[in-house]
């Protein structure tokens, strides 16, 4: 079954003010991904954390991660225009071969 | 070092014609592998490769699609007598030998058949 679930599925906030998104997975993970898709474009990848970690920062990004409710978030932190994509969580499900990617998050940022 | 590569950006392709996608990993990458993704979805998996033999093609559909990777020359994805339902985004990603856990992901290819 699909791993990865991303909450909401559309989020649209005003400049400035920060971003939450959520994702729910179902195995046990080596590693958990976000990456950022712009419309139309590829993926970037923005921060990886691991299995024994349970929070991490990049910039303005913050990820947590819990394993014992299978769940991670995505915090950006004083938004921006250029924030505006889709994000996507992604799971290794222990194989390390293939990612679970979700649906994902479409975040808008008003200016 | 320049990223992955994948060509054409943009293919159109009528009904039963065949589709040929490349990739080229990052220089010194051993790992190829190639997503889907269909219009507001996420990217799901098709196969895994490594020089000349495919490791997991779990993804892949039983007809009508194959991949290889040469010992030289590019990741191809082939895709004969292409149907409507085959319009989607096509994505190879790469990673260095040894380290599966970081794919990076090239622009991909928008596929649509008419």
């Known amino acids: 079954s699909q791993q990865g679930e991303e909450d909401p599925q559309a989020l649209s906030i005003q400049e400035g003010e920060n971003a939450t998104m959520n994702c729910s997975y179902k195995t046990s993970i080596n590693n958990l991904q976000w990456y950022r898709q712009n419309s139309g474009r590829g993926l970037v990848h923005l921060i990886l954390?691991?299995?024994?970690?349970r929070e991490k920062h990049s910039g303005r990004l913050r990820v947590t991660l819990d394993t014992s409710k299978k769940s991670s978030s995505l915090l950006i932190t004083a938004s921006r225009a250029a924030d505006t994509a889709s994000y996507f969580c992604a799971t290794d499900a222990g194989t390390g071969n293939q990612f679970y990617f979700g649906t994902g998050t479409s975040l808008t940022v008003i200016p | 070092n320049a990223g992955v590569m994948q060509n054409p950006r943009h293919l159109v392709r009528r009904r039963g014609q065949e589709a040929r996608l490349r990739c080229s990993p990052m220089k010194g990458h051993s790992h190829v592998y190639w997503y889907r993704q269909l219009p507001e979805e996420g990217l799901k998996f098709m196969v895994y490769l490594q020089k000349e033999n495919i490791i997991d093609e779990s993804g892949m559909p039983k007809e009508r699609f194959s991949a290889e990777f040469p010992k030289e020359g590019p990741s191809i994805l082939r895709i004969q007598q292409v149907v409507r339902g085959d319009s989607a985004a096509y994505f190879c990603a790469s990673s260095p030998p040894g380290v599966p856990t970081r794919q990076y992901f090239g622009p991909g290819t928008r596929l649509t058949v008419t």
């Open positions: 954390i691991r299995s024994n970690e």
